[in-house]
């Protein structure tokens, strides 16, 4: 069993800790780090986006935002968006008296995480996000539930890091996902 994390991590009072610090997110998104998304609604295709790194410092992350087609192949023109590392931070924090977290495993395309499970209550819904211990920053899956139907699902697909950054994902042969 992980721990939950730890309460360095509250940015208010009244939410409960954030999965990871802004440091840790810097840490796990260096220039190079590129994740693959698949969006889900019921009745819908799926749509698909690539989440590149480009470049950061000690405050800020530049990030390069793509549509794709399933297989990773561009489709028009990626957009590039600047944050601090505490605004990504921000986007995890969640407020106390409506969320719970839970230790769980996620099957993802490319292995299995230990995972924070965070379910954010509100009146005729729920936000379900999933946040891999291994890999800090957004979370690995986001589900919404209204009137406890599936309204949306965001998956993670891919995971690159840049070289000679922690465990990095590789494509194998098979086209399958592993970690190495």
């Not at 009745?43 to 405050?59: C, K, L, N, Q, Y």
């Not at 996000?129 to 957004?138: I, K, Q, S, V, Y």
């Amino acid at each position: 069993m992980m721990p939950l994390p730890p309460e360095s991590h509250r940015l208010q009072p009244d939410h409960l800790p954030t999965p990871f610090s802004a440091a840790q997110i810097r840490a796990g998104c260096p220039a190079g780090r590129t994740i693959r998304i698949r969006e889900e609604t019921p009745g819908e295709a799926p749509s698909f986006r690539r989440i590149r790194f480009v470049e950061g410092d000690d405050e800020t992350a530049v990030q390069e935002f793509q549509a794709t087609d399933e297989h990773g192949e561009p489709i028009g023109e990626p957009t590039i968006r600047q944050s601090t590392w505490l605004d990504l931070q921000r986007h995890a924090s969640q407020p106390a008296d409506a969320t719970t977290v839970q230790e769980v495993v996620l099957a993802l395309p490319f292995g299995e995480f230990d995972c924070w499970l965070y379910s954010v209550r509100a009146p005729a819904a729920e936000l379900r996000f999933w946040f891999a211990r291994e890999l800090p920053g957004m979370p690995a899956q986001v589900e919404e539930w209204v009137d406890g139907s599936l309204a949306g699902r965001t998956v993670m697909v891919a995971n690159e890091q840049a070289a000679g950054w922690g465990s990095p994902v590789e494509k194998d042969e098979s086209g399958l996902k592993t970690r190495g």
